[in-house]
T-cell receptor, first 115, second 115 residues
Framework: AQSVAQPEDQVNVAEGNPLTVKCTYS??????LFWYVQYPNRGLQFLLK??????LVKGSYGFEAEFNKSQTSFHLKKPSALVSDSALYFC?????????????FGAGTRLFVKA | NAGVMQNPRHLVRRRGQEARLRCSPM?????VYWYRQLPEEGLKFMVY????????ESGMPKERFSAEFPKEGPSILRIQQVVRGDSAAYFC?????????????FGEGSRLTVL
């Protein structure tokens, strides 16, 4: 079965420190991987994606993610966390169907950044 | 360029009533997805629609739930005879589809409360 896993329910980090939010996936074929962020009472916003090419992908708000094929991982990173980064983060994998695609989301990881 | 529009943002229903949630995709998008998010949980895929077609409804409960995306007008997620367990946030997302860039654009969600 094609799936995506986020092993941590919550990540706590101090402002100014680097942060990592973990994601692993299981797909057949080439993976198309995404990160989204959700602020309270809002919809999800796209952060970044990996389709092909360079394993290090840069996205919005200073976030980046590293695709690692051998470890089937796509961890989200940021060199220096901000309090405003506190939110719910979702890793997702795009699954191809005939005529379209479907995106499957991980359970989400809540990031708390303390001042 | 308006984003994905969902209404109502908040809906309160008594057990046994019907709930209708509407979603207008972004201009130029012909693929619509509905997801359900329970409190403190991730997003669960419900249904994937294109104009006048249901592509994948594998995430829809077998009874009481239905979805449509007519040729004209918004996509509708309909829940008949609501129960307390239907209380959740329902998110609609759209994409250009096909060989597009792949990321989803989300609405702000419709929060259903069943009394």
């Amino acid at each position: 079965a094609q799936s995506v896993a986020q092993p941590e329910d919550q990540v706590n980090v101090a402002e100014g420190n680097p942060l990592t939010v973990k994601c692993t996936y299981s797909v057949s074929g080439n993976p198309y991987l995404f990160w989204y962020v959700q602020y309270p009472n809002r919809g999800l916003q796209f952060l970044l994606k990996y389709i092909t090419g360079d394993n290090l992908v840069k996205g919005s708000y200073g976030f980046e993610a590293e695709f690692n094929k051998s470890q089937t991982s796509f961890h989200l990173k940021k060199p220096s966390a901000l309090v405003s980064d506190s939110a719910l983060y979702f890793c997702a994998v795009r699954v191809l169907y005939t005529g379209g695609f479907k995106t499957i989301f991980g359970a989400g990881t809540r990031l708390f950044v303390k001042a | 360029n308006a984003g994905v529009m969902q209404n109502p943002r908040h809906l309160v229903r008594r057990r046994g009533q019907e709930a209708r949630l509407r979603c207008s995709p972004m201009k130029g998008h012909s693929h619509v997805y509905w997801y359900r998010q329970l409190p403190e949980e991730g997003l669960k895929f419900m249904v994937y629609l294109q104009k006048e077609n249901i592509i994948d409804e594998s995430g829809m409960p077998k009874e009481r739930f239905s979805a449509e995306f007519p040729k004209e007008g918004p996509s509708i997620l309909r829940i008949q005879q609501v129960v307390r367990g239907d209380s959740a946030a329902y998110f609609c997302a759209s994409s250009r589809g096909g060989e597009g860039t792949g990321e989803l654009f989300f609405g702000e969600g419709s929060r259903l409360t069943v009394l």
